[in-house]
């Protein structure tokens, strides 16, 4: 299967999926569903996988440049261009927000009304200097009222980082040591990226979060990881109003 559909309570007019890395076109080691034009995959293959993926969608994609950035861009301003952002977000009924990641966090957003999307690309990097953040205040509305969804993303005991990555984040949240604990290597951590972006959500105030926290990293059959393979391919998680 390559298309998921999300699992969670979402408004009856938000549709949100997600991609795996099956049943496309790419040759290893892009085998065979991806869709990151920026990765050294033959240029043909990924048009057609990006071809079948658009399928799905209601408009034409707004693919991003994703640079680990915090910029969230409208939607509806770059479909059929790629702009450099890590996130976007519409209230239009049929712009499509989406996001590509192999081993990073997916974040899709909305509210409960069923007014408003987002899709956030979140690494280390981004979700440290306020991309999370970002892509709420776009939104405009009570966070309160707003649901995420977290996807597939590098796991908690493989996600091996620096001091320094422990430290941005504990220099905007205290609370950000209890998401890190110690490696067998030395001055290593292993970071619970979803519980790092888990306490962004609830300092804006959003608590109704989900996610099956599937680790990439340990599904080399379903997911790309780039720490484990480096060379590899791209999912991508989308989300729309209809």
Same mark, same amino acid.
């Given at each position: &299967?390559?298309?998921?559909?999300?699992?969670?309570?979402?408004? *009856?007019?938000?549709?949100?999926?997600?991609? *795996?890395?099956?049943?496309?076109? =790419?040759?290893?080691?892009?085998?065979?569903?991806?869709?990151?034009?920026?990765?050294?995959?033959?240029?043909?293959?990924?048009?057609?996988?990006?071809?079948?993926?658009?399928?799905?969608?209601?408009?034409?994609?707004?693919?991003?440049?994703?640079?680990?950035?915090?910029?969230?861009?409208?939607?509806?301003?770059?479909?059929?261009?790629?702009? /450099?952002? *890590?996130? =976007?977000?519409?209230? %239009?009924?049929? +712009?499509?927000?989406? !996001? &590509?990641? #192999?081993?990073?966090?997916?974040?899709?957003?909305?509210?409960?009304?069923?007014?408003?999307?987002? +899709? !956030?690309?979140?690494?280390?990097?981004?979700?440290?200097?306020?991309?999370? /953040?970002?892509?709420?205040?776009?939104?405009?509305?009570?966070? +309160?009222?707003? &649901?995420?969804? &977290?996807?597939?993303?590098?796991?908690?005991?493989?996600?091996?980082?620096?001091?320094?990555?422990? %430290?941005? @984040?504990?220099?905007?949240?205290?609370?950000?040591?209890? +998401?890190?604990?110690?490696? @067998?290597?030395?001055?290593?951590?292993? #970071?619970?990226?979803?519980?790092?972006?888990?306490?962004?959500?609830?300092?804006?105030?959003?608590?109704?979060?989900?996610?099956?926290?599937?680790?990439? @990293?340990? =599904?080399?059959?379903?997911?790309?990881?780039?720490?484990?393979?480096?060379?590899?391919? %791209?999912?991508?998680?989308?989300?729309?109003?209809?």
């Amino acid at each position: &299967m390559a298309i998921h559909s999300v699992n969670w309570p979402c408004p *009856d007019n938000v549709t949100a999926i997600y991609s *795996d890395r099956l049943g496309g076109v =790419s040759l290893p080691p892009f085998d065979s569903y991806n869709l990151g034009d920026h990765v050294g995959d033959c240029e043909l293959a990924v048009q057609a996988n990006r071809l079948a993926f658009q399928q799905h969608m209601p408009t034409k994609v707004c693919w991003l440049k994703q640079v680990h950035s915090t910029k969230v861009v409208d939607a509806t301003r770059c479909a059929g261009q790629q702009i /450099e952002a *890590d996130g =976007s977000y519409t209230s %239009r009924p049929g +712009a499509s927000c989406v !996001v &590509m990641t #192999a081993d990073c966090l997916p974040i899709l957003l909305c509210d409960q009304q069923g007014t408003v999307v987002s +899709a !956030v690309h979140a690494g280390w990097r981004g979700l440290a200097n306020g991309v999370v /953040e970002n892509a709420v205040a776009k939104m405009n509305r009570d966070p +309160a009222t707003l &649901m995420a969804w &977290m996807g597939p993303a590098i796991g908690p005991s493989a996600f091996e980082v620096g001091q320094e990555v422990k %430290r941005e @984040f504990e220099k905007h949240d205290p609370q950000a040591q209890l +998401a890190f604990k110690p490696s @067998f290597h030395p001055n290593k951590y292993l #970071a619970d990226i979803f519980a790092l972006a888990e306490l962004r959500f609830k300092r804006v105030g959003l608590t109704e979060i989900y996610s099956d926290r599937q680790c990439t @990293f340990t =599904s080399p059959q379903q997911f790309y990881s780039y720490r484990r393979e480096a060379t590899t391919g %791209r999912m991508a998680a989308a989300i729309w109003l209809r």
